[in-house]
């Protein structure tokens, strides 16, 4: 784990603000989140000061503390979806290791990290890499719990799975649950495992997934 944090922290933070931010996305997620720390208003977005519903509110809350605690500079603001980025990878080790053996789960870290796509998304400010990352998390959370006897780890991590549903739901919109919900689902019919379902915890989870996503939307 020190090894892929220390390595892929310095790949994916390498000259991370070396550049401006471009437009049209980076500087409207970037100014949204500016005009939510100046207003001391962190429910409403606005966008020159007018309403912005397009997106939930994760990253602009996420730009908020970068702003009111760092400053406005591109390397702060563009350091969150270089975090997921790391957090994908640390969960693909985690799951690769469960399930295959370290060697796979290192593999797989660090082939995930250097591919083209993944790699420039984790340097560009806009939703993609975090929600990706958060629908990663909760899938790679999934496959490891339903192997998993009753107890506290099972609970563990298909807490994990409402959480990270959750959290990107908060990001980008029904996608988030939705997308993990669909593989899920087609993942049972065509195994036929819905045994290995038993139990997930399911009103603890729901109870969990809206004290996250709720709030917000209602």
């Not at 009111?68 to 290791?97: D, Q, S, V």
């Not at 107890?151 to 807490?159: E, H, L, S, T």
């Amino acid at each position: 784990l020190v090894l892929i944090v220390v390595t892929l922290g310095v790949l994916f933070g390498f000259r991370l603000g070396s550049y401006p931010l471009a437009n049209p996305d980076e500087g409207r997620y970037a100014e949204v989140s500016r005009e939510m720390v100046e207003r001391g208003d962190y429910v409403i977005p606005r966008l020159n000061g007018v309403l912005y519903f397009e997106k939930p509110p994760m990253l602009y809350w996420l730009n908020a503390l970068s702003i009111r605690f760092l400053g406005t500079n591109e390397w702060y603001l563009r350091m969150w979806p270089a975090f997921f980025a790391l957090g994908g990878c640390l969960m693909t080790y985690i799951a690769g290791r469960k399930l295959f053996g370290r060697s796979a789960g290192l593999t797989g870290a660090f082939v995930l990290a250097t591919s083209p796509l993944y790699f420039g998304l984790s340097r560009i400010l806009i939703l993609d890499m975090i929600v990706s990352s958060l629908i990663s998390i909760a899938l790679f959370a999934f496959i490891i719990g339903v192997r998993e006897p009753p107890g506290g780890a099972r609970r563990f991590w298909f807490y994990l799975l409402y959480a990270g549903a959750a959290l990107a739901t908060l990001t980008q919109g029904l996608i988030g649950f939705m997308l993990p919900g669909a593989v899920i689902f087609f993942w049972l019919l065509l195994t036929h495992q819905w045994r290995r379902l038993r139990p997930f915890y399911l009103p603890s989870g729901v109870l969990i997934f809206l004290a996250i996503a709720l709030p917000w939307h209602d």
